[in-house]
């Protein structure tokens, strides 16, 4: 069973940024789109961004502008470049391949 494997959460500052992997098998990597999704307490989940293996990249509204998706295909990753976090991304994200392989989700906690 495909597995996809996150990292790079963690606790940062309002302002700060934080980027996020998300590594794949080669299979995977080549066929499907990879995106981030995150889900807050509370709320449902929502798309962060997401990539196709050519390339197009889809941003979720509320993170334009602000967050960077890339792909680097010599390592089968996925990565969420984050930037001027505010305390509403304090989240669980979760790297997706299609709508059937999930990982099982890194949380990302700003604080003010």
């Known amino acids: 069973q495909e597995q996809l494997v996150e990292s790079g959460g963690g606790v940062v500052h309002a302002g700060g940024s934080l980027r996020l992997s998300c590594a794949a098998s080669?299979?995977?990597?080549?066929?499907?789109?990879m995106g981030w999704y995150r889900q807050a307490r509370g709320k449902q989940r929502e798309l962060v961004a997401d990539?196709?293996?050519?390339?197009?990249?889809l941003y979720g509204n509320s993170v334009e502008g602000r967050v960077t998706i890339f792909r680097d295909s010599a390592k089968n990753t996925v990565y969420l470049q984050m930037d001027s976090l505010k305390f509403e991304d304090t989240a669980v994200y979760y790297c997706?391949?299609?709508?059937?392989?999930w990982g099982q989700g890194i949380q990302v906690t700003v604080s003010p």
């Open positions: 997706a391949a299609g709508s059937d392989i």
């Open positions: 080669r299979d995977t990597f080549d066929h499907y789109v």
């Open positions: 990539i196709t293996p050519g390339g197009h990249i």
